[in-house]
């Protein structure tokens, strides 16, 4: 993203702009963070209550982002810089903020980005993984495995196993997709939503759908009974496998499960 499309996005404390340059070293100056949510979700003392402020503070600075028509196109962990500090084995938020949006895109109403693999695998939409048409729905659905990760510490899409290729790697990627996230309205939509640049991976998400069956059944993150209720139901909207019918980061916000901070 442009430095001048950072400008209008100053104002919002929950996004991370550049403050400065130092144009002879070709350098970027930031405020300084205490470190990334990644590292911070490993340590003790991270309370449910400090877990929901980071994440609906993450939120404030995506639905500005989106406001803005501005595709982050790389939401991870990583890129959600936190300033906490930790007492008595307690950690205490101070402030959180979404960066990386250098790699941002300007995206005015009607155009989208398509044909690229935007953002990390672990964290990417099931739209950017067929490079199909890409929209802020993408970072929604990024976002949803941001916020599982960090209340559950659980990272969907990753795979620890060695020695896979890429296309037996993808194949065990859409298997999650559709086991935790895709019921059958959304499956469909997101089907017809794929175009024929697409068509490798509709016929892959379709061959894949086949497989499931009474010994091998679907995992619908919705009949994760052991975690709470609202928060399936956030992660569930944020998911939808059809991009068109994703919750927006501004109504996220509303939802109840961020009542209580």
């Not at 028509?69 to 307690?90: M, Q, T, W």
């Not at 993984?129 to 993408?138: F, G, K, Q, V, Y």
């Not at 916000?253 to 009542?259: G, K, N, T």
């Amino acid at each position: 993203m442009p430095l001048s499309l950072q400008t209008p996005l100053a104002g919002c404390s929950n996004l991370r702009v550049v403050t400065d340059t130092i144009p002879e070293h070709l350098l970027f100056v930031y405020e300084y963070f205490t470190g990334d949510l990644f590292d911070l979700v490993g340590e003790e003392g991270v309370s449910l209550a400090a877990k929901k402020t980071i994440l609906r503070d993450g939120f404030t600075g995506l639905a500005a982002l989106h406001e803005n028509r501005i595709l982050n196109g790389d939401i991870k962990p990583n890129n959600i810089f936190v300033d906490y500090e930790i007492s008595d084995g307690v950690v205490h938020v101070k402030r959180t903020q979404i960066g990386d949006l250098e790699m941002g895109s300007d995206l005015p109403p009607g155009l989208n980005v398509r044909g690229a693999l935007l953002g990390n695998p672990m964290w990417r939409s099931p739209e950017s993984r067929a490079a199909a048409r890409i929209n802020l729905p993408s970072d929604v659905f990024s976002y949803g495995l941001v916020c599982i990760f960090t209340v559950l510490r659980q990272i969907i899409f990753r795979i620890d196993k060695e020695g896979l290729s890429g296309a037996e790697r993808e194949r065990i990627i859409v298997k999650r997709l559709l086991s935790y996230f895709g019921d059958g309205p959304g499956l469909v939509g997101f089907l017809g939503y794929l175009d024929d640049e697409s068509a490798r991976w509709r016929d892959l998400v379709l061959a894949v759908a086949e497989e499931f069956n009474p010994d091998d059944a679907r995992q619908p993150f919705a009949m994760w009974n052991d975690v709470d209720e609202l928060f399936r139901d956030l992660i569930v909207k944020m998911t939808n496998l059809d991009p068109t019918q994703r919750i927006t980061a501004k109504e996220a916000l509303q939802h109840p499960w961020f009542q209580d901070v």
